[in-house]
Each structure stands twice: as structure tokens, then as C-alpha cells.
């Protein structure tokens, strides 16, 4: 069975018919006919049911359908990938990123990176953080952005930066106007927050033990724009990060006092760095970028000192391994 006849079957699947399946492959009905019979000849089957001039599917050439796709899929991948060794500039990267980070960071090194190789092409996913280290850890995605750091032996971080977190007021709000706030003030308060496994909840959650006190969660949500609007509607309070913040006009954003109200962000991919060529020098790239955008009009005292603050030297590896 060829390469071209498996091509070939599954236009005819798509089509269901002869005449316009010959058409888009620029073959004669004839050659694609006997190309059918041998198919099915080797098989032992017949694939489709014959009415007249019209053909249908049968439950047989469904289950051929979907391996011959599957096939024809892994073949371009593999075609993809031996592009991608010879030319990394060509490859193709998948990004898995905390959600709050499709905002300012990703697309900031994507548009940094298309100056350096515009040929590349990437697949991005947003998710929750322990279901972004999951997919590194099972080679779903080639590097995750992710915060804070994950508590993960087998594989490798590589620390960027550190992101100011503030807390989120509805309009109106005893807290409104201050200039700063610290997290014993909100003990008492109802919280809005990420449900278990987000990054940010993490967070949340560190503070407010050092704080000495358990959070009361009044509405835990999946995405920050619901918790922004939740916040916005008077639901409660909320932890939020600083580049974030912007997104709720309803909500007002006061810097949090307390010295650990940041949150330490990185890459993090499998052990000895990601196999493909393309996502090493993406990585590399990564690791040598000196300053992300920071949030506007904060002012230079705000706590902590540092917006965005680059934490240790990265671990790199070559792009040529």
C-alpha cells in the first residue's frame, strides 16, 4: 500500500465521490478507482457501500479512515521535524503558559523573538499551572511559563523574573484610596479566588499564612477576567498580579505592603532541555532576554522594589545538542 493511495482514499472519504475526488487530486477516475479496489483487495473489505454512481462510508472505511489520517499526520510531523533539524529558523515550538501570562509576557517574547527567527511557527495553550507542568512532564508542550516555581525533581526551571502582586477592591470599598495595604488588613474579608492548582492560588494562599491567617474564599473561578469581574461586582477581594491588574476598570488595584507580595516566574521544560532544535534556541532566547515590560504608572518605591526583577543567571543548553 502506498504513501500517494492512502492519501488518495481519505479525499475520496471526505468527498464520497469519484468525480470530485479526482477532480482535486488531478488524477483520472479510473486510476483512482483501481487504487480503491487494491486498497480494499489488501484489506479484505469494502470500504464504502455503492449506490450507483454514489459511494457512502461503511463502518470499515471509518476505522481505515481515522488510522490513515493518524498516519498522515505522524508522516508530516516527522517531516516537520527533520525541517526543523536541518533549519531551526523553519521548526515549529509549543508553548503551555499560565493564563495570566497570554496578557504581557507571551506575547512580548513571541514579538521580541519574530526579529531573531520569523520562520518559526508556535503552538501556545493556556491552563492552569499544574496542568501546564503536566504537559512538560509528558512532552504535550515543549516549555511552560509558569509561577511560582514548581515543586518538580525531574525537571528543569529557569528563573526569569518576579512579578509585584496587589490586591483587588470593588469601587467603593473601605480599602479604595490607600496607597498601600497589607494582608493581616484582609483577614476578615470575603476572597475571590483561582481554584486549587493556579499559580496565582498558590500564591494567595502563602500569604495569607504568612499572615497568620486562613483565607475565607467566598467564589473560586477559573479565569482572572471572571475574578476581576467578580471582584468588580462587590463579590469580595482579591490577590492579583500588577500586569494584570488593568483589566477591570470597576476594580481598584493597591499595592500590597508586605515584603513576599511578589511572585517568582520561569520557563520550566523536561530534564536536559526540550529535544526539538526549534524550542532549544527559543529557550535560549528566553534565557537571555534582560527585562519584560512592566506594568505602567507604579511608582519606584512601590513594594516590592522591583517590578520585574531578574532573579539568578538561567541554565542554558546548546542549541546544536
Request: charged share 20%; hydrophobic share 45%; glycine share 8%.
Amino acid at each position: 500500500m502506498q504513501l500517494r493511495e492512502l492519501q488518495w482514499f481519505t479525499t475520496l472519504a471526505e468527498t464520497e465521490h469519484i468525480t470530485e475526488a479526482s477532480i482535486r487530486l488531478n488524477i483520472s477516475q479510473p486510476t483512482l478507482s483501481r487504487a480503491l479496489a487494491r486498497i480494499e483487495r489488501k484489506l479484505g473489505v469494502q470500504l464504502f457501500d455503492r449506490n450507483q454512481n454514489r459511494l457512502r462510508l461503511n463502518k470499515y472505511g471509518e476505522l481505515f479512515q481515522a488510522h490513515a489520517l493518524r498516519a498522515l499526520n505522524e508522516i508530516d510531523r516527522g517531516e516537520q521535524r527533520i525541517a526543523a533539524l536541518v533549519d531551526p529558523d523553519r521548526g515549529s515550538v509549543s508553548l503551555g503558559f499560565a493564563h495570566s501570562f497570554g496578557g504581557w509576557l507571551i506575547p512580548d517574547l513571541l514579538n521580541r523573538y519574530r526579529a531573531v527567527a520569523s520562520s518559526t511557527s508556535f503552538e501556545l495553550h493556556g491552563g492552569a499551572c499544574d496542568s501546564v507542568v503536566d504537559s512538560v512532564r509528558q512532552g504535550r508542550i515543549d516549555i511552560g511559563f509558569v509561577a511560582p516555581e514548581p515543586a518538580a525533581d525531574d525537571l528543569e526551571w529557569i528563573p526569569l523574573g518576579r512579578e509585584a502582586l496587589c490586591l483587588g477592591v470593588p469601587a467603593g470599598h473601605v480599602f479604595e484610596g490607600r496607597d498601600h495595604v497589607a494582608m493581616a488588613d484582609v483577614a476578615d474579608e470575603p476572597m475571590i479566588a483561582l481554584k486549587a492548582g493556579y499559580g496565582l492560588r498558590q500564591v494567595t494562599d502563602r500569604l495569607c499564612r504568612e499572615a497568620g491567617f486562613s483565607p475565607r474564599i467566598a467564589i473560586e473561578v477559573t479565569e482572572l477576567s471572571t475574578l476581576h469581574a467578580l471582584v468588580a461586582a462587590g463579590m469580595g477581594v482579591a490577590v492579583v498580579p500588577a500586569t494584570h491588574s488593568v483589566a477591570a476598570a470597576a476594580v481598584d488595584t493597591i499595592s500590597l505592603s508586605d515584603s513576599t507580595a511578589f511572585r517568582c516566574y520561569g520557563a520550566v521544560v523536561r530534564k536536559h532541555g526540550p529535544s526539538g532544535q526549534a524550542a532549544r534556541r527559543f529557550l535560549k532566547f528566553v534565557a537571555g532576554v534582560s527585562a519584560f515590560p512592566a506594568r505602567p504608572n507604579r511608582s519606584p518605591s512601590d513594594n516590592p522594589p522591583a517590578h520585574i526583577l531578574r532573579t539568578k543567571a538561567p541554565t542554558t543548553w546548546p542549541v546544536s545538542a
